[in-house]
C-alpha cells in the first residue's frame, strides 16, 4: 500500500451508524472499513472495464450469435432441480 492520505466526504446518518456498528462488532476501525469497500468497489470496476473490452473485442472480431441462436441455446439446457420447496 502507498503513502496514506486524508479523505473527507458526508456520509449520511443512516450509513454511518450501521458502518460504525460493523466496525465494533467485527472489532476493526471506520478506516479500515472505508478502505476495505472502497478496494472492492475498484476491484469490481476494473472487472467490469475487462468484460466490456473483452464484449468489444468479441464485436470486433464477430465472434458473436444472435440473439434467436441466444435463446435457443439457453432452452437447451436442461431446467433445474428445484429441491426442499416450501408450500
Do not use: W
Not at 39 to 66: F, V
Request: hydrophobic share 35%; net charge positive; charged share 30%.
Amino acid at each position: 500500500m502507498g503513502k496514506l492520505r486524508k479523505v473527507c466526504f458526508r456520509l449520511d446518518a443512516a450509513k454511518l451508524e450501521a458502518l460504525d456498528a460493523i466496525a465494533c462488532s467485527s472489532n476493526r476501525s471506520r478506516s479500515y472499513l472505508l478502505n476495505e469497500a472502497v478496494a472492492h468497489y475498484l476491484d469490481l470496476q476494473a472487472y467490469q472495464e475487462n468484460l466490456i473490452e473483452q464484449g468489444l473485442r468479441a464485436l470486433k472480431e464477430q465472434r458473436t450469435i444472435s440473439s434467436d441462436e441466444l435463446r435457443s441455446r439457453i432452452a437447451s439446457y436442461p431446467s433445474p432441480r428445484r429441491t426442499n420447496q416450501k408450500k
